[in-house]
């Protein structure tokens, strides 16, 4: 099971990492040149400031998925589920997906229609693992949102424990791009969810969180959204 899970994921990463070859630098450079038309950000409405509404964007491991007995699962008590469960008051659009590294995230970002409050970005631990950054995509999808108006939360990235797939040099790029992610939201002044301070760590296969372990991920995304937008944590 490990090989087959450690061939699918390395497939995953290395086309992840190809993607964002080849659209990195234009998506970045034709978004980067009309956001330097338009500053200061528009002010949030006060309409949107009441508004309990978000996107959540993230892979495999926001979505809550992992893999037994070669065949994809979904933890009951998925991100989703929880964030409805613990926050009802969140209107919440689902757009996590199994495999979305930031560089296929970042291809139809700036055009993907948007009408929430908050967006969430958790991608990016792929370009950890392949050796890439995640700071040719992540500052312009962080000025796309707020030049909607809208409020960007960014995701840390959940640990792993070596084994088969996470080699030493995986488990580096993870914790690099960790902290690439949590100083841009420093310099940005953006809500950051702590991921890697979820610990103890727990691992369903060779990459994807128990679901013991999901929860305090959950966890940490809630926080940050309370802190984000306390009328919305009843």
């Given at each position: 099971?490990?090989?087959?899970?450690?061939?699918?994921?390395?497939?995953?990463v290395a086309l992840s990492a190809c993607d964002?070859?080849?659209?990195?630098?234009?998506?970045?450079?034709?978004?980067?040149?009309?956001?330097?038309?338009?500053?200061?950000?528009?002010?949030?409405?006060?309409?949107?400031?009441?508004?309990?509404?978000?996107?959540?964007?993230?892979?495999?491991?926001?979505?809550?998925?992992?893999?037994?007995?070669?065949?994809?699962?979904?933890?009951?008590?998925?991100?989703?589920?929880?964030?409805?469960?613990?926050?009802?008051?969140?209107?919440?659009?689902?757009?996590?997906?199994?495999?979305?590294?930031?560089?296929?995230?970042?291809?139809?970002?700036?055009?993907?229609?948007?009408?929430?409050?908050?967006?969430?970005?958790?991608?990016?631990?792929?370009?950890?693992?392949?050796?890439?950054?995640?700071?040719?995509?992540?500052?312009?999808?962080?000025?796309?949102?707020?030049?909607?108006?809208?409020?960007?939360?960014?995701?840390?990235?959940?640990?792993?424990?070596?084994?088969?797939?996470?080699?030493?040099?995986?488990?580096?790029?993870?914790?690099?791009?960790?902290?690439?992610?949590?100083?841009?939201a420093r310099e940005s002044?953006?809500?950051?969810?702590?991921?890697?301070?979820?610990?103890?760590?727990?691992?369903?296969?060779?990459?994807?969180?128990?679901?013991?372990?999901?929860?305090?991920?959950?966890?940490?995304?809630?926080?940050?959204?309370?802190?984000?937008?306390?009328?919305?944590?009843?």
């Open positions: 099971m490990k090989l087959a899970i450690s061939a699918l994921l390395f497939m995953s964002g070859n080849k659209t990195g630098s234009a998506a970045q450079g034709s978004v980067a040149g009309a956001l330097a038309l338009q500053t200061p950000f528009p002010p949030i409405s006060k309409e949107a400031a009441d508004d309990c509404s978000l996107v959540l964007y993230g892979d495999s491991i926001l979505n809550g998925t992992y893999v037994l007995a070669e065949h994809a699962m979904r933890h009951p008590r998925n991100p989703v589920a929880e964030l409805k469960a613990q926050r009802p008051a969140w209107q919440i659009d689902d757009r996590t997906q199994p495999g979305q590294s930031l560089a296929k995230l970042a291809k139809n970002f700036a055009n993907d229609p948007r009408s929430s409050r908050v967006v969430v970005i958790g991608s990016g631990i792929a370009e950890g693992w392949s050796g890439g950054s995640v700071m040719s995509n992540l500052p312009w999808m962080l000025e796309a949102v707020r030049y909607e108006g809208r409020t960007p939360v960014l995701t840390g990235y959940a640990r792993q424990v070596p084994n088969s797939f996470i080699t030493p040099d995986k488990m580096a790029g993870r914790d690099r791009v960790d902290a690439e992610a949590k100083a841009l002044d953006v809500e950051f969810a702590d991921f890697g301070a979820a610990g103890p760590v727990g691992i369903a296969d060779d990459v994807h969180p128990t679901q013991t372990y999901s929860l305090r991920l959950t966890g940490q995304l809630i926080e940050a959204l309370d802190r984000v937008a306390p009328e919305c944590s009843h």
